[in-house]
């Protein structure tokens, strides 16, 4: 046990590395967040029309830091695949790609960029899009977050890799908790029953709806 702490034990470097996606998560999380949305309606609300493609440009470009010190960095490693465990855990890569691209079709691609509040010179700070359970939703509420668990910790680690992939892991967690209040705020019952009948992102076999309860469910949504 002691050696394994010792193997995975950050060194500055990978300590830096570290900071600096706590610093990136930290940010996505506030201005994601609807006080930063409600403080930019009160004091700028003319700015709200370009705050979704403002964010995802921000989200884009201070992503480059942290992925540019993890992936520059050259220390030991912990793990590489061979053989059978390269194939099999670069298939569960490229089918978690292969999944996410898919899932794009059910989304609003203008909503999800922020093109549509843009061209529409929306103010609200409430999301538009309706509520609707994708085929993926209907196995986990966070499927994005799910397929993204399964890209990081496929792939060969070293330590800055293995603290990254620590890192992500918690911002899954708990972002996915203040993802989902304010989807419940914007949905109210609808989301919360949804909440109680599905898991967030672990996949449980024995807790998922089918094509009949997903549609039962948006109706009900709709009614409301």
Known sequence: MTELINRVAPDGPVMVITAVWLVYFGLHSLLASLMAKRWVSRHYPGLLPGY??????????????PLYLTYGY????????????????NG???LALCLFFWSLNFYDSGEFIGTRQWRQQERKIEDQEAFHI????????????ALGLVLV????MNLAMFWTSLVITLYFLLGSRLEENKLLEYHGAAYRNYRTRVPGIIPRPWRRLNRREAQELENDARRT
């Open 74 to 89: 050259q220390g030991p490693w912990l793990r590489q695949w061979s053989g059978a465990g390269w194939w099999l855990a």
């Open 52 to 65: 979704r493609l403002f964010f995802n440009l921000v989200a884009v470009l201070l992503l480059i830091p």
């Open 153 to 156: 910790w496929t792939r060969d």
């Open 134 to 145: 994708s085929p993926l939703h209907r196995f986990v509420r966070h499927p994005w977050y």
């Open 92 to 94: 569960l890569a490229m």
